[in-house]
Each structure stands twice: as C-alpha cells, then as structure tokens.
C-alpha cells in the first residue's frame, strides 16, 4: 500500500502502515446518536478504558482526536497508545492495535489539506487503497453523514478490516477496525466524535 500526503497529494512508499486513508464529513450524525448503535460503554472490556481524545486546533497532534478509551467505549477492545508514525503536522498515522488496520488493527489517521481540491483528491486516493465494495460504501457513508463532502463506510475492507473515510472542508480521516456484526455502527460513532472534536479544523 502506499502513503498519502494531504498538502501535495504526493503518494509515498509505505514505511509501517498497511492501510493509509482519508476522509471528511459533516456533524449530521452527533455522537450520541451513533453511539445507540454501537456497543455501549458498559459491553466494553473490564479494566481501565484509557484516555480519550479531545479538541485539537491546527497545528496540534491531530492524533489526539482519540483516544483508547473512546475505542473501549464502542467496544472495540485492546486498543492503547497510540503509536504514531506521522510526515508532519498535517499529515498523521496513529496505530491503536497492531500494526496497521490493513493487517487486522486498529488504525486512525488525519490529513488536513492547504485547500479542498487537495482534499478531495486524497479522500479519492484512499478509498482506492482501502478495497472492498467502495460503492456500496459510499452510499452507506451518505446515509451516515448527509453533510460530509464526502463519506464511505466499508465493512469489508482488504486484510479483513472495516474502515469508514470521511471527507468535510480541508479535513480527511480515516479510522479503521477489525471487522465484525457491529463495525459499522462502532465507526460510525468514532466518525462522529472526531467530526465534533476536529470542528475548529473544518
């Protein structure tokens, strides 16, 4: 797989990461909407949930958006870290589980764009890289996120994994998890977390 550079749209070889994706959407979906379909926080694992994410303005480590314990909390379990492996400022990978989401981990990465041409374009490049029916994706992530300039929801992503890509303003991210029943509404409501987190970004 390759690299995605959100400033220049350069693709660059991989180094760690298997799965490289973007994307942007709308706040249609509120947090605590998408969660009533997700596992809810008590169906997590026992122990510690972890830190969560918080608000970050440009400039700031776009990792921070989430954390472990926004994971734990819609039942995506053994996630730590994260282990990042980031270009830049605006352009970060972030490994929750494993070592990429393209061999069965959990994975988040952010590309905030210099103008909305270079963002769409990487939005495009990474759907292409996650596999999968992007299609279909594609009309479950406009259900999901009617305001997004761009949303694709795959449950059945290359190397066995569900990724959601979104796409709103300069901002591109993916998230991506190992696949089960429930993945889509688990990603959903991490979408919409970030979406509300990331507001000052978009």
Same mark, same amino acid.
């Given at each position: 797989m390759t690299r995605v550079t959100s400033s220049a749209l350069v693709v660059l070889?991989?180094?760690?990461?298997?799965?490289? +994706?973007? &994307?942007?959407? /709308?706040?249609?979906?509120?947090?605590?909407?998408?969660?009533?379909?997700? +596992?809810? %926080?008590?169906?997590?694992?026992?122990?510690? +949930?972890? %830190? @969560? /994410?918080?608000?970050? !303005?440009?400039? $700031?480590? =776009?990792?921070?958006? =989430?954390?472990?314990? $926004?994971?734990? !909390?819609?039942?995506?379990? &053994? #996630?730590?870290?994260?282990? *990042?492996?980031?270009?830049d400022a605006s352009n970060v990978y972030c490994v929750f589980a494993g070592t990429s989401a393209g #061999? /069965?981990?959990?994975?988040? $990465?952010?590309?905030? !764009? @210099?103008?909305? /041409? $270079?963002?769409?374009?990487?939005?495009? @490049?990474?759907?292409?890289?996650?596999?999968?029916?992007? *299609? +279909? &994706?594609k009309t479950a992530g406009a259900a999901a996120f009617p305001d997004a300039d761009g949303a694709t929801i795959v449950a059945d992503a290359d190397g066995g994994g569900a990724v959601i890509v979104i796409w709103q303003g300069p901002l591109v991210f993916d998230i991506g998890i190992p696949a089960s029943d429930q993945a889509t509404a688990k990603l959903t409501a991490l979408a919409a977390l970030v979406l509300e987190r990331a507001s000052a970004l978009t």
């Open positions: 070889p991989a180094f760690v990461l298997v799965l490289a +994706a973007c &994307g942007g959407g /709308g706040t249609a979906a509120s947090s605590s909407a998408a969660l009533s379909g997700a +596992a809810s %926080p008590s169906a997590a694992a026992s122990g510690p +949930a972890g %830190p @969560t /994410g918080a608000a970050v !303005a440009a400039g $700031d480590d =776009l990792c921070g958006l =989430l954390g472990p314990g $926004d994971f734990t !909390a819609v039942g995506v379990e &053994g #996630t730590s870290g994260p282990t *990042e492996n980031n270009e #061999t /069965g981990g959990v994975e988040f $990465d952010v590309f905030l !764009a @210099t103008n909305a /041409g $270079d963002a769409g374009a990487t939005y495009q @490049t990474v759907i292409g890289e996650v596999g999968g029916d992007a *299609e +279909a &994706g």
